[in-house]
């Protein structure tokens, strides 16, 4: 191990570090569902950090539903945050089965008609969208927010699904005419606007994703612009020769 494996200064608090480095270990299960976290003790003397850092990234994890501190016992782990990560998947049709059977809580913070600030290598952009901004909660975790477009032609033909349901899913219910698709990740930090809405640490990563689905007259009849928590999202990708 590292026997530091910390940025002393100039970086995040150690305690965010070592909470990091703890969830790092959770993920690659190291420390599986019913494990205990070795003792407060024993992290002190593997990270080279004070009581009082282990106790603070203790506090973070059990915020986030990582783990569990039992007084008189130590620190279990409950499990993963997220149950089933979300794929960022590469076509279509693999997207849509991601979220297959999936009701997440949705939140919807704004709605209104406005047009999308599409790029012009993504897609032409229609005469008119119906914006709605949303938060994703899945198992109680909030785990992206979403600003998405909808053609208003389309959004027209089932208003109230398209405000309660997954929006992908009744796109190919509808049997909206898609001929292409397309969809570009980069990785960022947290601001402290989405901080307060994924209940995530500010700076902590996310996914930022651009998604556009394009008709045959070649204008986007769906875009959306979504931030995926870090912790919730997981990137598949075929190596094909």
């Known amino acids: 191990m590292n026997p530091d494996p910390f940025i002393r200064s100039g970086g995040a608090p150690l305690y965010r570090q070592l909470a990091d480095l703890l969830r790092a270990r959770i993920a690659a299960g190291d420390w599986r569902e019913g494990d205990f976290l070795p003792p407060i003790e024993q992290l002190m003397d593997d990270f080279h950090v004070s009581r009082v850092t282990v106790r603070d990234a203790i506090k973070l994890l059990s915020r986030d539903g990582l783990v569990s501190p039992q007084r008189g016992r130590g620190t279990i782990v409950k499990g993963s945050i997220a149950t089933r990560p979300l794929r960022v998947e590469g076509s279509l049709h693999d997207l849509i089965e991601t979220y297959r059977g999936d009701i997440p809580d949705i939140s919807n913070l704004q709605e209104g008609f406005a047009q999308p600030d599409l790029n ?25 927010q979403i600003d998405l477009f909808i ?15 997954l929006v992908l899913p009744l796109l190919i219910e509808l049997e909206v005419p898609i001929v292409d698709g397309r969809q570009s990740v980069t990785i960022g930090k947290c601001t402290a606007e989405l901080a307060g809405l994924l209940s995530y640490e500010m700076g902590d990563p996310v996914a930022n994703v651009r998604r556009t689905l394009i008709g045959p007259d070649g204008r986007a009849v769906y875009f959306a612009k979504v931030t995926y928590r870090g912790d919730c999202i997981r990137f598949d990708m075929n190596m094909r020769p």
């Open 120 to 144: 012009p290598d993504e897609a032409g952009a229609a005469e008119a969208y119906f914006h709605m901004r949303r938060v994703h909660t899945r198992d109680g975790v909030p785990y992206c």
């Open 151 to 165: 053609e208003k032609g389309i959004y027209d033909q089932a208003p109230e699904r398209f405000r309660k349901q």
